[in-house]
């Protein structure tokens, strides 16, 4: 019914730079809050960064400086420009979206399917 496709990950040497797309797509009414999550080997899922339709945004404090999260509202896509690559940023980036669903007027809860991001040293 919602699908979200990511894309954008990939490897990249430390100090490098990818930029992390997510489309939404489906029977939305309304998007509140997307956002990028990650999950490293043997971690549990973290929440990396996360932006209101009004665009306000919220980051971990080991990307603050480092990734910017942005939105288009229009195209219900979100996107993480990730800067100053670390090895310690490898993991698999979730894209997540929050919000409310045609049908019913249910809540929206969706995840996408996982975009690996491999930094090396």
């Known amino acids: 019914q919602v699908q979200l496709v990511e894309s954008g990950g990939g490897l990249v040497q430390a100090g490098g730079s990818l930029r992390l797309s997510c489309a939404a797509s489906?029977?939305?009414?309304?998007?509140?809050?997307m956002g990028w999550y990650r999950q490293a080997p043997g971690k549990q899922r973290e929440l990396v960064a996360d932006?209101?339709?009004?665009?306000?945004?919220n980051y971990a404090d080991s990307v603050k400086g480092r990734f910017t999260i942005s939105r288009d509202n229009a195209k219900n896509t979100v996107y993480l420009q990730m800067n100053s690559l670390e090895p310690e940023d490898t993991a698999v980036y979730y894209c997540?979206?929050?919000?409310?669903?045609?049908?019913?007027?249910?809540?929206?809860?969706?995840w996408g399917q996982g975009t690996l991001v491999t930094v090396s040293s």
């Open positions: 997540n979206a929050e919000g409310v669903l045609v049908a019913g007027f249910n809540r929206l809860d969706a």
């Open positions: 489906g029977s939305i009414f309304s998007i509140n809050a």
């Open positions: 932006i209101t339709n009004g665009g306000r945004a």
